[in-house]
């Protein structure tokens, strides 16, 4: 007899179904031929008691399924490279998948994965409900999530940067060269690297004995155009920022159309700094300063955690959390005498 937490073998789902063990397996496996109503009634079964392998597979499939919040700019071009080069060098395949910044499309994702039962999962600035995670981990279906968007579960392996250190050092930099009115944009409330930057920047003021502004923070959505709306705002108070720290690249960007728009030159009149290092900024006019975030090598540390996963073996460590670092170009300079 079988309770709701205890996972079913293949023949207790067949009983329980009314079907035969071979109807299951094709079910459990992915195969097409069985019927839509067949299916729903398996997968709902397994939904409620869990699946349990009767034996463990003896080798993993060649598939990395990599899901993002959203195929935007450079920053999945980066992850993508990190977690294509390990897979290359294990001969497995990568697939990629796109949220459309739409969490209510996950549901429908994760039917698609389980059907593809791939080695294992990664989710990029994302993150899965409870039981979808349950759902994979009922199938051997490893997850890692990268540069999670909240804090991740204990029980769910995540690797991320130092963003707390990387807005402090920002923040840093601006007040060595002479900043005092410095201004920030961050990224949404939601996005746990939003708010460990913002935080950063917090200690960074604290720390030089200087309040933090709430008119100097502009509130983001980590792209261009709600940058270049709140650098405007910020850039026509009566007492201006000398300095602006934008929370992504993407976001400097931003800031610097609303400089060229209103007259400012970079770094003459307004310094900026910009956060990921993305290998675009490197060619903006000027050079923009900005935090390295090692994309290629958290997507790589991610990689390696999920195929140690996947070849049943434990991690050392469910956290890994890679350093940021300043990258000092042409965008960030002393502020003018009358304006310090």
């Not at 900026?272 to 390295?292: C, K």
């Not at 996963?309 to 956290?319: C, D, I, K, T, V």
Request: one cysteine or more; a negative charge; aromatic letters at 4%.
């Amino acid at each position: 007899m079988t309770t709701e937490s205890s996972p079913l073998t293949i023949a207790q789902l067949a009983e329980l179904a009314g079907v035969s063990t071979a109807t299951v397996s094709k079910v459990v496996n992915g195969r097409s031929e069985v019927s839509s109503e067949t299916r729903a009634a398996v997968e709902e079964l397994i939904r409620r008691h869990g699946y349990r392998r009767q034996r463990r597979r003896s080798a993993p499939t060649t598939l990395i399924e990599l899901v993002f919040h959203a195929l935007e700019g450079d920053y999945p071009v980066e992850i993508t490279k990190g977690v294509a080069d390990v897979a290359r060098r294990h001969d497995l395949t990568v697939g990629i998948s796109d949220l459309h910044r739409d969490h209510t499309t996950a549901d429908a994702w994760l039917d698609g994965v389980l059907r593809r039962r791939p080695s294992g999962v990664i989710a990029v600035f994302s993150g899965l409900t409870e039981a979808q995670h349950q759902q994979l981990t009922q199938r051997e279906i490893p997850l890692v999530l990268l540069d999670p968007a909240d804090a991740p579960a204990r029980a769910i392996p995540s690797v991320g940067a130092g963003n707390w250190n990387g807005g402090l050092t920002a923040t840093r930099h601006l007040l060595e060269l002479g900043h005092r009115r410095i201004a920030i944009i961050t990224g949404p409330d939601s996005a746990l690297s939003s708010r460990a930057r913002l935080d950063g920047y917090r200690t960074a003021l604290d720390l030089a004995g200087l309040p933090a502004d709430p008119q100097l923070a502009g509130c983001g959505d980590f792209l261009i155009e709600g940058a270049l709306t709140e650098a405007h705002r910020l850039l026509r108070l009566p007492d201006p920022p000398t300095a602006v720290f934008a929370t992504n690249d993407g976001q400097a960007i931003g800031v610097y159309h609303a400089a060229h728009q209103l007259g400012l030159r970079i770094p003459d009149d307004l310094s900026v700094i910009g956060f990921d290092d993305m290998p675009s900024v490197r060619w903006a006019i000027p050079p923009l300063t900005t935090i390295r975030q090692p994309l290629t090598d958290m997507a790589a540390a991610a990689t390696t955690m999920l195929l140690t996963l996947a070849q049943g073996e434990p991690l050392p460590q469910n956290r890994v959390e890679l350093a940021t670092e300043l990258v000092i170009r042409e965008s960030t300079a002393p502020p003018k005498p009358s304006r310090a």
